[in-house]
């Protein structure tokens, strides 16, 4: 078997939740809640492999479309997860941030996620990001905004790519999307440029290890030439 190539930076949109519970028969909330068990077990598998960032899709700028009901739902299941995971990250060794606008969230949910930034600051085995009221175009006017604030008359990519959420972090090598849709719903537009796509049927709330290494093992197996022509 060929040497795996582990990828630095993984982005996974964490799609099929509520397919998923409706076919168990369950409350889509339901799925959400195996959907964050999944992701700390996914957390844990990208520590062991050595991936050193891990972004994940949680909440979009569209989502709040869905019924109120939902969406409170949600903001409750992470602000239980903030506040009970919180030791168990730090032991595991993951820095936790959030991407996304925070304007719009619950009060005490930021200041949650703030306290969460705080504590894990130190933590040095991975990088997690989770997006919260993210969407790539917002983060991209967030950041032409602040720019232009700042009196720029001109930008340049490497100055743009500065302003984004995800400044100074590497762009994903992987993009995971679950449950069988193949689009990119404004996850990281800027970021994704050159990122290797990888799609399953499987919901979020079915993925595994094993799912992740099959993605990992896949992706060890393109060739990723950034525009170039490979020499023979
Ligand atoms: C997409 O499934 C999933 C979401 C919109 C929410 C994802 C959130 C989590 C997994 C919780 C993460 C929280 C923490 C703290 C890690 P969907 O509801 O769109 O599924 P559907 O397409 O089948 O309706």
Redesign the pocket.
């Known amino acids: 078997m060929h040497r795996m190539k582990v990828p630095r930076h993984i982005a996974i949109i ?7 519970a ?1 076919r168990q028969g369950m409350p ?1 909330i339901m ?2 809640y195996r ?2 068990e ?3 077990e996914i957390t844990k598998a990208c520590v062991d492999l050595g991936v050193e960032y891990l972004t ?5 700028t569209e ?1 709040w479309n869905r019924p109120m009901e939902e969406v409170n739902l ?1 903001f409750e ?2 602000r239980d ?2 506040l009970k995971k919180k030791k168990d990250l730090i032991e595991l060794g993951v820095r936790m941030r959030f991407i996304g606008r925070r304007d719009r969230l619950p009060k005490d949910l930021v200041a949650l996620m703030k306290s969460m930034e705080r504590d894990t600051e130190k933590c040095d085995r991975i990088t997690l990001f ?1 997006a919260v009221d993210y969407g790539g175009r917002d983060d991209i006017v967030r950041a032409v905004n602040r720019i232009i604030k700042e009196g720029f008359k001109e930008v340049d990519e490497e100055t743009l790519s500065s302003y984004l959420d995800l400044a100074g972090v590497p762009d994903p090598d992987l993009l995971i999307r679950t ?1 069988g ?1 193949k689009r990119i719903s404004n996850f990281l537009l800027w970021n994704l440029a050159y990122t290797e796509l990888y799609f399953t049927d499987l ?2 709330p079915e993925f595994s290890k094993e799912e992740l290494l099959k993605a990992i093992e896949d992706f060890s197996s393109r060739q990723r030439k950034f525009g170039r022509v490979l020499d023979e």
């Open positions: 964490m799609d099929g939740n509520g397919r998923w409706k889509r799925g959400h959907g964050a999944v992701a700390e994940l899709f949680a909440f979009s989502n949600l299941l992470m997860y903030l989770l449950a849709e919901c979020w």
